[in-house]
């Protein structure tokens, strides 16, 4: 398929060329022009603005956003609205609020766009693994968009059926959902970013513990020396707690079992916080997700071996690099 790409940082470069990979047709278009200069190199078509951008495509277009959450968004979208023709999709991959899709929905309904709203997993790792795609607007356009979610997509071969599965013939085992209507998708990305949250604590919390049983303050006799990458790399194999953020984890303790390249100042996403609103609005009882938020709130104050292990975790799937910490901190 031909589809247009504007934001070319991290995640949205790779995924050019996971789509240029399966054959398909990428316009691209990024305000630093280095780098639509650098995936043109690689088979992408450059293209100087979004006028360009939209010339460059056959209708019906689609042209799929990867920008910072709030004004780059909003002002790109409205740019592009104006450029577009009754027929176009608009796709924003980026981590907006959910009640924000429904406006855009509504207001691109009435000029004959389709909105698609598309919360995307992967990080940094996407262009080998895939990337998980949760996807909410009109059905039309995501079947018409099909092609281009399923090269985005790990492939079922990322993981094995789960067993009760066999009447079942969705996308699901491909990487991606078509999940509802406008703002269903970055819905089902803010609870999945809510549970990273919780997951992310648990392993910080408990390899606090292990690294803090050395402590000169605990009876000899309670005091282990304990080899923390390994503990990690033992865990990834048969244990129950296994998963890619506990592969992520041990990544990082065997390049600095320490993690002293941390200061521990993590930030959060903006993801966290919507999920924690949107369970109080809900009356829905989510402990475990807002004190993984408050954790964050409080390692910019003081940090532990814990929030050390939060930066390098971000580090590990999303590139994070910590922020300076700010007058005062």
């Known amino acids: 398929m031909e589809i247009g790409m504007v934001g070319l940082g991290r995640m949205g470069s790779n995924m050019v060329r996971r789509l ?3 054959g398909h047709d990428c316009a691209v278009f990024n ?16 293209t100087r603005s979004l006028a360009d951008l939209a010339e460059a495509l056959a209708p019906p277009r689609a042209v799929w956003l990867m920008l910072p959450a ?3 968004t909003e002002g790109v979208l409205s740019d592009l609205a104006a450029l577009l023709a009754p027929g176009d999709a608009l796709i924003d991959g980026g981590n907006a609020h959910f009640k924000d899709d429904l406006r855009r929905a509504r207001d691109l309904a009435e000029r004959g766009l389709a909105y698609l709203d598309v919360g995307v ?3 940094v790792w996407g262009l080998e693994r895939g990337y998980c795609l949760m996807i909410g607007g009109p059905g039309e356009a995501v079947t018409r968009l099909a092609p281009i979610f399923r090269s985005l997509a790990p492939g079922r071969q990322a993981a094995p059926p789960t067993s009760g599965r066999e009447s079942r ?6 990487g991606w959902l078509h999940c509802g209507p406008a703002g269903a998708g ?11 949250y919780g997951l992310m604590q648990a392993y ?6 292990l690294h803090g049983a050395a402590r000169e303050d605990l009876p000899a006799e309670r005091r282990y020396e304990l080899d923390l990458p390994e503990i990690a790399e033992l865990w990834r194999r048969g244990s129950v707690v296994g998963s890619w953020l506990l592969d992520l984890a041990a990544a990082a303790l065997a390049e600095d079992p320490r993690l002293e390249g941390f200061a521990g100042r993590v930030e959060d996403s903006g993801e966290g916080r919507w999920t924690v609103e949107t ?8 402990p475990a997700i807002a004190a993984a938020l408050f954790a964050r709130f409080r390692s910019r104050e003081e940090r532990s071996f814990a929030d050390r292990l939060l930066s390098a975790l971000r580090r590990q799937f999303g590139g994070h690099r910590e922020t300076p910490a700010g007058p005062g901190s």
């Open 20 to 22: 240029l990979r399966d």
């Open 31 to 46: 305000r630093n022009l280095d780098a639509v200069d650098r995936l043109a190199a690689e088979g992408a078509r450059p």
């Open 70 to 72: 709030g004004g780059p």
């Open 121 to 123: 997993s992967g990080g």
């Open 169 to 174: 013939a969705g996308t699901a085992e491909e």
């Open 186 to 196: 970055h819905f089902v990305k803010m609870v999945h970013n809510g549970i990273e």
């Open 204 to 209: 910080a919390e408990g390899f606090d513990l």
């Open 279 to 286: 369970a109080i609005e809900q009356a829905v009882p989510a």
